[in-house]
């Protein structure tokens, strides 16, 4: 089915690469235009020649309002409007124990994630408001949702995320704007390679080590299953859902594990007292 989004205008942070640029290509794919931002400009830049008349590329530090709000603005101006805001861009931040964390690398680290997300939502209302319409999606993680999945800087940040789209929804349904995240697990990007092998480069390892540890059997995630999840939230198809945080996991945020669940075999039912059966 195409054209999901044929007619409607997208603006999305860290569209150079990883989820972003796998959105940016199927939003183009689906009908949509849309609006580049990004801090690597040369990848950023190459992208949107490559997508040609549907893409522009506006450099774009999320940690920095006018940036964001200057990115929103290059949607409307060259395309007439905007109907999602996409807030994708992340890094992971700060890593190590609580008694290390260098505060400046924790502050660094919500500033993307928090500020950056407020920001969007915050010019995205602005474009939104006077149409009555618009579809907002903020990245949040399993680490949103359960501790210990992620560095403490990126947890604390990405609970905010879904706080932030929570209020959001709440607040901007009256103007017929829903807002949604999107809870990925360790997917394979070119972000975890680099954090895990040291080389963006090497995603082809990372397909092979998540699907090890992956709940569903030689399954990884996959760059694709994050887009489709964006697809769906910004597309009409999810014209009814708003303040929800689609996790993207595999069923790893509700206790999904790669070995299965303990209770394989059955026993007799087991009551009071040691007691057995019925």
Not at 173 to 191: D, E, L, S, V
Request: proline share 4%; net charge negative; charged share 20%.
């Amino acid at each position: 089915m195409a054209g999901r989004l044929e007619g409607k205008v997208a603006a999305i942070t860290g569209a150079a690469s990883g989820f972003g640029e796998g959105a940016a290509r199927r939003f183009v794919a689906e009908g949509a235009k849309v609006a580049l931002g990004d801090i690597q400009d040369e990848r950023g830049e190459a992208l949107a020649d490559e997508l040609g008349d549907d893409a522009i590329y506006v450099h774009c530090n999320v940690t920095v309002e006018d940036d964001v709000a200057a990115l929103v603005d290059a949607a409307v101006e060259s395309f007439g409007q905007l109907d999602i805001m996409y807030n994708n861009a992340g890094i992971v931040g700060a890593v190590g124990p609580f008694d290390t964390h260098p505060a400046d690398e924790w502050k660094a680290t919500l500033d993307v994630h928090v500020n950056g997300v407020f920001y969007g939502v915050k010019h995205a209302a602005r474009a939104m408001k006077p149409r009555g319409t618009g579809s907002i999606v903020s990245m949040a993680s399993t680490a949103a949702v359960v501790g210990g999945l992620g560095p403490h800087a990126y947890t604390a940040a990405k609970h905010a995320v879904v706080g932030i789209t929570k209020a959001a929804a709440a607040e901007l349904g009256q103007f017929g704007i829903r807002a949604n995240a999107i809870g990925p697990a360790g997917m394979a990007t070119p972000m975890v390679a680099a954090f895990q092998f040291g080389d963006p480069t090497k995603v082809d390892e990372v397909i092979e080590a998540l699907k090890e540890t992956s709940p569903l059997k030689g399954r990884a995630g996959l760059v694709e299953d994050v887009v489709n999840a964006a697809l769906f939230l910004a597309s009409d198809e999810a014209g009814y859902v708003s303040g929800h945080t689609l996790m993207t996991d595999a069923g790893q945020t509700i206790g999904a594990l790669p070995e299965g669940v303990a209770f394989t075999e059955h026993i007799p039912m087991l009551r009071e007292g040691g007691k057995t059966g019925l």
